[in-house]
């Protein structure tokens, strides 16, 4: 008989123990596994959030982060720049804001909505338009302003393209002295860095500043967002638009994220790396204890195969599979087990406010899987060394007679 | 209250240092210099101590550059929203600030600010106050410090995060935990046989049984504390070098510490009855027979 064999006659020899300590390795396994997505979850959801908008370059003002911004002097100007250097491609200009939107004669049921204004009629990967028209190019005089609303305004409000809506500008979230701004919905669209709990409005950068009250105010923005052109590459566009002005901070894609790698997600990524280890230590634990139990109790069964000329390498490899088999079944049975963890964890944590719905905290990527599995192996490997040397040593003729005496 | 970049009423915080304005001048403290308070990690950065002269300045280009006596170097109070940011900043007499940021551009910027504190009479006028102020100032936000309580504060989420992450660890503990136990009955399967022989009851064995596992969870709970409270201070330790910051991030309170014993004790000891349960089951036969 193989060790293999031998090793799984041992175990099946015990189903109660056996399926304990699976289902123990399983759970320890799932928690460790959701610790290793967790680890790099949020860099991976956001880079992935960040391209799919289909610009790869940043520049807000000096004051400001990518996050909070603040207003970019000239920038109708610098748009003009950038768009005359040869490694563009594309280039929008962006402004937001806080409103409450409300369906006219029903006030009381205002909603707050970011706003956002932009020189572009559709920007599709940032909001995706799923029923009606995009922003149109021009706006003639006396008609109402335009607006792409998301999805769950629509909804909220019972409204779609054509209807009516009144933006009133907030600055605190709250009631505003400023009058509000009659709307017409042209379209309907899935924004992709909505928040879960917020709703969003698009408009033009004159629907923006009307809004806001403040009409000669229609070239403001606070981000310009730039698509390099194929074969240039972010980085090279950055520092090109750096150059141009320095008195403005560029961020290509890759840069915006290893900035919120180094701060904003540090915090998960440390507490997966202290969950994580824990895990280790736990599943350590857990396969050297029952190992060792069981080689306790079987030190007359060790001892006879041993005098029946079974090598110590042979005793070794045979404890060396029971630990491979509890935890390869408990590291397989973790696989389905973290998915599901992971899916409950994921939701806790994005009842954070302000995250854009599709952000992730949990991420599969195939070199999780992989990673898992040889931390796992080595993990078991390292649980079967005691007991391992346990048998090894065991004096043969003392462990037999040790068993008949009693 | 406090406004959206939580300047003090009476010092502003500037993060325009840079790089060139950092230790600067090193030349002899000058008593008639405007004085400024640096931060501890400022300090260290830029090897300031009490009573050197430091300039300050706009930007990188040293736009407005201002020389200043640094009078002392305070600790940051911790902020747990900002623990990851390092704290480079410094503290102004409000006038000096205005007179460096002031624009020749714009004659009311040397009378601007971008926050104020304000404490109210009643904090509970906090919501109403803010909104009164929305609505009668355009262009001013104002909001209420105290933490938000419909769920959205993400101390809660996190504490949420947590916790579910405390339950499947103890879920796998008791896995853990049940699979020693079967083992432990397992090797006591003759000794309980032979107890039973002697005419000892079943329910006898099984109340040795309880206070054993009584006795084990207790003391693996308490020991379990006492872990905890060895690690609080390597954690600490740890993250307060990571970051740079006075913040505490494990605190091992005593109702955390009851909770953590009044979940593992139960768990020890049904662990412990369902092990045993196993040997207990079985008649005294099958149990003396090798």
């Known amino acids: ?158 409204v779609g393209p054509g209807s009516p809506l009144r933006l009133r500008v907030s600055l605190g979230g709250g009631a505003s002295a400023l009058p509000a701004l009659d709307c017409r919905v042209a379209g309907v669209g899935t924004f992709q860095f909505e928040a879960e709990d917020f709703y969003t409005v698009a408009t033009t950068m004159a629907g923006f500043a009307a809004a806001q009250g403040a009409p000669e105010s229609e070239g403001d923005a606070d981000l310009v967002l730039v698509a390099s052109a194929p074969g240039v590459g972010p980085e090279a566009a950055a520092r090109a638009i750096a150059a141009l002005r320095p008195d403005v901070r560029v961020y290509s894609n890759a840069q915006v994220v290893e900035q919120f790698n180094a701060r904003a997600f540090t915090y998960f990524r440390q507490i997966s790396v202290v969950l994580s280890s824990m895990t280790l230590v736990f599943a350590f634990l857990l396969v050297a204890t029952l190992l060792t139990m069981s080689v306790n109790q079987r030190l007359g069964e060790v001892a006879a195969l041993r005098a029946l000329g079974f090598p110590r390498r042979r005793i070794a490899a045979n404890l060396l599979c029971e630990s491979a088999l509890l935890v390869g079944v408990g590291g397989a049975a973790a696989l389905p087990l973290g998915g599901a963890l992971a899916v409950v964890l994921d939701r806790i944590l994005r009842g954070m406010p302000g995250l854009p719905e599709r952000l992730h905290f949990f991420v599969f990527e195939p070199r999780t899987m992989v990673l898992h599995a040889a931390l796992l192996a080595a993990t078991g490997f390292l649980a079967a060394l005691y007991p391992v040397w346990l048998a090894a040593r065991l004096p043969i003729a003392a462990t037999l007679r040790r068993e008949i005496v009693s | 209250m406090l406004s959206s970049h939580r300047a003090r009423s009476a010092a502003f915080v500037t993060s325009l240092l840079l790089a060139a304005a950092f230790p600067l001048l090193s030349a002899p403290a000058v008593s008639d210099l405007p004085t400024v308070l640096v931060s501890r990690q400022l300090a260290e950065r830029g090897k300031l101590h009490v009573g050197d002269t430091a300039t300050f300045a706009n930007d990188a280009s040293g736009a407005n550059a201002t020389r200043f006596r640094v009078a002392g170097i305070y600790e940051p109070t911790p902020d747990p929203m900002r623990f990851t940011s390092p704290r480079i900043e410094a503290r102004l007499h409000l006038p000096d600030l205005q007179a460096m940021t002031a624009s020749r551009d714009d004659p009311a910027s040397g009378e601007s600010v971008r926050a104020l504190n304000i404490r109210l009479a009643d904090p509970g006028d906090a919501d109403a106050f803010a909104t009164a102020v929305g609505a009668r100032v355009p262009g001013i936000f104002a909001r209420p410090t105290t933490r938000a309580r419909d769920g959205s504060d993400p101390f809660v989420v996190l504490e949420r995060f947590h916790l579910a992450v405390a339950i499947v660890t103890v879920i796998g503990s008791t896995a853990f935990l049940l699979a020693l136990m079967v083992m432990r009955s397992e090797e006591r399967r003759e000794t309980v046989g032979i107890i039973r022989l002697l005419g000892v009851s079943q329910r006898f064995v099984l109340l040795v049984v309880l206070a054993e596992g009584v006795l084990i969870a207790a003391a693996g709970a308490v020991f379990g504390v006492l872990v905890a409270l060895a690690a609080e201070g390597g954690v600490n330790q740890f993250f307060q070098w990571r970051y740079d910051t006075t913040l505490v991030f494990v605190r091992v309170s005593a109702r955390i510490a009851l909770q953590s014993v009044a979940l593992a004790a139960p768990l020890g000891i049904v662990a412990g009855l369902v092990g045993s349960w196993t040997l207990l089951r079985r008649d005294i036969v099958t149990l003396v027979r090798r």
């Open chain 1, 1 to 158: 008989m193989t060790a293999w064999g031998l090793a799984w006659r041992t175990l099946v020899h015990n189903p109660a123990r056996a399926c304990l300590a699976i289902g123990g390795v399983a759970v320890i396994g799932a928690l460790l596994f959701d610790m290793l997505l967790l680890s790099r979850g949020l860099l991976v959801s956001f880079r992935d959030l960040l391209d799919t908008a289909g610009y790869d370059v940043r520049v807000v003002a000096n004051e400001g982060s990518p996050i909070h911004r603040a207003p970019l002097d000239g920038a109708p100007a610098l748009a003009d720049a950038i768009r005359r250097l040869p490694g563009v491609e594309r280039v929008a200009l962006l402004r937001t804001g806080n409103a409450m939107a409300m369906t006219p004669g029903h006030e009381n049921t205002a909603a707050g909505v970011t706003l956002i204004g932009s020189t572009e009629s559709a920007m599709s990967g940032a909001w995706d338009i799923v029923k009606g028209e995009p922003l149109p190019a021009t706006v003639a005089a006396g008609q109402p302003t335009p607006l792409i609303v998301s999805t769950k305004l629509a909804e909220l409000l019972g």
